[in-house]
């Protein structure tokens, strides 16, 4: 029998992270199928922000770094993510971007590798890696005398031989949505005699996580996807605690130091991951992020990461089954298996991906599009429903049959996708 939309309504009705939703300031009538790239604005935000302005900035002034707490922010926003990732207390701190903390992680484990196994030359990656991930690993391969070894996700473990340094993966494929088995690839790594680094980009807040249970090496994440803490919300970093005084910092800043207020010539790194900071961190993106990162926590009372997993899996699997049913045109481009597929749908076309995407936005139905060929599609358990998932193929398979796609507006680029 072919779902119906009261048949997703009564999905809804039984859905215990139902009320989870109304943490968020989603515009009315919106199907916002984008929080894999930028997460919904939680309400609680703006309101903490402004009380950081005016009242911390505003009347504390620098007396805020103290009496505000302004210094453990990094700290206790990284505890807050390490329970969603599988990282103990103290062993994530969030600060800088995705791409800095990745150049931060790589170099160290680069270094660690060049100690303990001076004649691995290899940094190996996913050919479809997000390309800013690609481009941190060949310009740190030039300059520390490495070379780049990227390859299809199929062909990774031939790849993790006696010259395998580190393997560098993003869990979640940005594209595709083809989750990695962490566990098993990493064991492979280690088994070769390599070190791990992992992206979390796109699994933090949206796919439980057990850094730990995996044994990696080094992980780092994106605050502004499914954590939700706003454009170009801080990212955050992890290190094995094995590791723990063995990783070195390469851009070596005050923040980072023992002591940073003794202002000594002479740099000495902090103990553990806060040494992974390196400038006065961001103070007001850092409260925003806080903000983003409790309203995955608030899912603890109701089942956790467990539960917004599954959910994300049911609504997925929901989407991707409606559209292939409705809209024969596209083929899935993400795993059908569940636990293959990240928290996102991927349909592909090699002519008419783009403006199928803008005459979806045009009908309130925000996902994106991936050059050259992907339509994109993210599903949010923490605020999207079982009538979104349905409502959105609805409309993909409306404007497919009436050829909405055709209209010029929407076969313009714009300079973001
Ligand atoms: C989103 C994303 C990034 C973003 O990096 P920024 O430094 O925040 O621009 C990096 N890597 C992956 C895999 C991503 O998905």
Known sequence: MPMTRNDALALDAQDPLAPLRAQFALP???????????????????????????????????????SAGWMQLAPRVGDKIARLVGAGAGEVVAADSTSVNLFKVLSAALTIARTDAPGRQRIVSERSNFPTDLYIAESLARERGFELVLADADELPQHL?????????THVNYRTGRMHDMAALTRAAHSAGALTVWDLAHSAGAVAVDLRGADADFAIGCGYKYLNGGPGAPAF??????????FW???????GHAAPFEFTPGYRPAPGISRYLCGTPAVLSLAALECGVDTVLAAEPYGGLPA????SVALTRLFAELVEAR???????????????????????????????????????????RAPDILRFGFTPLYLRFVDAFDAALHLQAVLEQEEWRRPEFNQREAVT
Not at 249 to 255: E, I, S, V
Not at 308 to 311: N, S
């Open 161 to 169: 031989d006696s010259r395998c340094a580190v393997l560098m993966l």
């Open 249 to 255: 910092q390469p851009l070596a800043g005050w923040m």
């Open 308 to 311: 917004l997993r599954a959910k």
């Open 237 to 246: 970093v992890w290190a094995n605690p094995k590791h723990a005084e063995r």
């Open 28 to 66: 009315e009538g919106l199907i916002y199928l984008d929080g894999n790239s930028l997460g919904v604005l939680p309400r609680r935000t703006a309101e903490r922000v402004q009380e950081v302005v005016t009242a911390e900035w505003g009347v504390g002034l620098i007396g805020s770094w103290n």
């Open 327 to 369: 809209c024969p045109q596209l083929a899935l481009a993400s795993p059908r298996e569940d636990d293959r597929r990240g928290s996102q749908v991927c349909f592909a076309h090699p002519d008419i991906a783009y403006p199928v995407v803008r005459a979806l936005i045009a009908r309130g139905v925000v996902g994106d599009f």
